[in-house]
């Protein structure tokens, strides 16, 4: 069943208080919800599922059970994202990647060129968000504006959880899914 088929949305508040630990600087924390977060990226996609979405399945990188390894959108986005973040707090994250060779599909020249940026400007502008923000006064006694916008809108939402649970049961997992072999020439790269 393709995501499309089950999608639930939920009706939410547009603007939700920062929590922890997303609205923290870098810390392992952090990094774990990142972890967590992400964890489902690489996915199994059915031959009848990419056929159903239209994907060519021509030179698609498959493993051992038949199926396609694939990724939904908006984990990309996520990664990309996240990779961003990363790039952002360069000083604390280059000493504990600097030993290791594209870690977790980052790696900094990546993320900070246009791919990622632009990646997420389409994803933005496709799912244009129409609440209004408004500007409000500071809470205090200067009398100026805040930095902050806010908006008491509600918005509908696809519903993270059906979502998150169902590319978490087709995740890929390294050392138990391998690719089936790559076409002649090629380097084969385990998941």
């Known amino acids: 069943m393709s995501p499309r088929e089950f999608l639930k949305y939920v009706e939410q ?15 392992d924390a952090l990094d774990a919800a990142w972890r967590d977060l992400l964890n489902a990226i690489n996915i199994q996609v059915t031959p009848t599922e990419m056929d159903s979405v239209g994907e ?3 030179n698609r990188v498959r493993i051992e059970n038949g199926n396609y390894i694939g990724a939904l959108g908006v984990y990309h986005h996520l990664h990309c994202l996240n990779n961003l973040r990363r790039v952002i707090h360069w000083d604390y994250y280059e000493p504990q990647l600097r030993e290791v060779e594209h870690p977790e599909g980052f790696w900094k020249e ?3 060129t246009d791919h990622c940026i632009d990646v997420i400007r389409q994803a933005i ?5 129409m ?3 408004v500007l409000e006064w500071a809470d205090d006694a200067r009398l100026r504006v805040s930095t902050d916008l806010r908006s008491d809108a509600r918005v509908t939402c ?3 959880d059906v979502l998150d649970n169902w590319a978490r049961q087709r995740a890929v997992v390294a050392g138990r899914d391998h690719y089936l072999h790559a076409p002649v020439g090629s380097k084969v790269l385990e998941p």
């Open 56 to 58: 060519n399945r021509t």
């Open 131 to 133: 609440a209004v923000y």
């Open 158 to 160: 696809a519903n993270w």
């Open 110 to 112: 990546h993320s900070a």
């Open 125 to 129: 502008m496709c799912h244009a968000n």
């Open 13 to 27: 508040p547009e603007w939700e208080s920062p929590r922890y630990p997303w609205n923290s600087g870098p810390s």
